[in-house]
């Protein structure tokens, strides 16, 4: 049985030293064959050469050079396409899902778990992170067609045969948690509490995270278009309940109908409405159009394998 570690890697240059360092002896440990492949997502410094040293030392190392940066759910994607093992990881190169459980996660998937989920008990994270993760997670447990676990990342145990389904769905807005949750499958859970990041800062601002709710919310669930019915019936009630109430006014106690201002606030707000909803259908036919394009979802430049066996 072999085991597949699946890590993106950008701008990573210093933590690799410490990710090895930490990786090997545990995956050692486990008694299985592994093997680790290393997605180089367009790095711009020297991620890629010192990947490519290592891999002339380390056999069990795959690496999988983007011809330019694709984004981390394109990354793992790549990574899940080229693993070869009986049961594949996805994993940060940051280190803050704890590689310690590895062998909690292995022993679950020997007894039978085709998916084991890595459940975060506690993260030291920003108090305005944690804030809008629990929010989405709310949000997202209400509106969203499928269930995605609270308090997990990609960090999980996928078996072989999960692994072949998932690597069937190709769309191109990818929203890596939600796509390994879809396939579904038994799923065991191990707690873990997640670390402060050992080397280099954090590729994911605010901006990048909204990005990531966005497209998890509009990949998985029709609710955002479905409001837009429920306000049109709800605008197009109170607007006809106040048309009646402006003609008995009118009628029967000859007040006048508002005026200027009051016409204003209404065109304002529908107009403000309008635009939403455009957005919203926007967000939808957007999508729609990368998916018709058909273009791959990502270019390989190089794929660098056991390195000192390339002359045998």
Request: hydrophobic share 45%.
């Amino acid at each position: 049985m072999k085991i597949s570690i699946v890590t993106p890697f950008y701008n990573e240059e210093d933590g690799i030293k410490t990710y090895f360092a930490t990786m090997i002896p545990i995956l050692e440990s486990t008694g299985m064959e592994y093997e680790i492949v290393a997605i180089d997502d367009g790095s711009k410094d020297k991620t890629f050469n010192i990947l490519q040293a290592k891999a002339s030392e380390l056999k069990q190392l795959k690496i999988i050079k983007f011809s330019r940066n694709f984004g981390k759910e394109i990354a793992v994607t790549a990574g899940i396409d080229h693993a070869i093992g009986d049961a594949v990881i996805p994993m940060d190169a940051d280190l803050q899902d704890s590689p310690e459980i590895l062998p909690q996660m292995i022993q679950k998937w020997q007894e039978g778990y085709k998916v084991v989920l890595a459940e975060r008990t506690s993260r030291h994270d920003p108090l305005l992170k944690k804030i809008t993760a629990s929010i989405f997670y709310k949000i997202a447990s209400k509106i969203m067609d499928i269930k995605i676990p609270k308090n997990v990342g990609d960090f999980r145990l996928l078996d072989k045969a999960v692994v072949a389904e998932i690597r069937k769905l190709r769309e191109r807005n990818r929203f890596m948690r939600g796509i390994l949750s879809w396939v579904g499958y038994n799923t065991a859970i191990v707690k873990y509490e997640r670390k402060q990041r050992v080397e280099g800062e954090t590729k994911y601002n605010y901006k990048s995270m909204t990005k990531y709710a966005f497209d998890g919310i509009f990949s998985f669930s029709a609710f955002p278009i479905r409001i837009i019915t429920y306000c049109g019936v709800a605008i197009s009630s109170l607007s006809f309940i106040y048309g009646i109430i402006i003609i008995i006014s009118k009628l029967f106690f000859d007040i006048g109908i508002p005026g200027y201002a009051s016409i204003m606030s209404v065109m304002l707000f529908l107009g403000g409405i309008n635009f939403i909803f455009i957005g919203v259908i926007g967000e939808y036919v957007g999508r729609i159009f990368n998916e018709v394009k058909e273009r791959p979802l990502y270019i390989v430049e190089e794929i660098v394998e056991n390195v000192s066996n390339n002359e045998l």
